[in-house]
């Protein structure tokens, strides 16, 4: 009897936290002129194709602005219009919602311009200030395994077909050949 219940609260202490943790993560950022939703499960994996609701509260009343559905990576774009609270909702339609808001004022619309960058370090003779500023280029990233095999099947599926080809119209010109001699 002791073991039996040794045994539920083990797979209730198991399972619990997996099951606490099944919630929605809803995060939304100021990229003006843009807002960005970004949606997770509380366990990090992306909520992809959720639907997205998005609406604009003014006194007490919400009304209709754009619906949509979250990326592959769980993130959602809308453009807003107006100063005022935005109410963004996501339904990933397995029970599981979450309503956010967000207020944005009239400095979200209106951004001040980024600062020039400026340079601590003296110019060098003969060197114009332009040419400091020029953007390194950086190099590409390395090739992974999978990319690599990718290359080399490539490869190796054209000269196949190269050679395919090749004897085919071999074969085809040998059996021209043969037809006219047996013609004669």
Not at 117 to 141: H, L, Q
């Amino acid at each position: 009897m002791i073991r039996k219940v040794m045994i539920i609260v083990l797979v209730f202490l198991v399972s619990a936290p997996v099951l606490w943790g099944h919630g929605i993560k809803v995060t939304l950022e100021k990229r003006p002129p843009f807002i960005v939703v970004k949606t997770t499960y509380h366990g990090g994996s992306a909520l992809a194709n959720a639907g997205v609701t998005v609406g604009f509260a003014f006194k007490g009343e919400k009304t209709g602005f754009q619906k949509g559905n979250t990326d592959k990576n769980g993130t959602f774009c809308f453009y807003p219009d107006k100063t005022g609270t935005w109410v963004v909702t996501v339904d990933d339609g397995m029970g599981h919602k979450k309503k956010t808001e967000i207020t944005l004022n009239q400095d979200f619309f209106n951004p001040s311009p980024p600062s020039l960058p400026t340079s601590t370090s003296p110019s060098t003779p003969g060197k114009s200030p332009s040419a400091e500023s020029k953007i390194e280029k950086k190099a590409p990233p390395p090739i992974t395994k999978s990319e690599w095999c990718c290359y080399m099947l490539k490869i190796v599926l054209g000269v196949v077909l190269i050679l395919g080809i090749t004897f085919i119209l071999h074969r085809f010109s040998k059996r021209q050949e043969t037809s006219k001699k047996n013609k004669k």
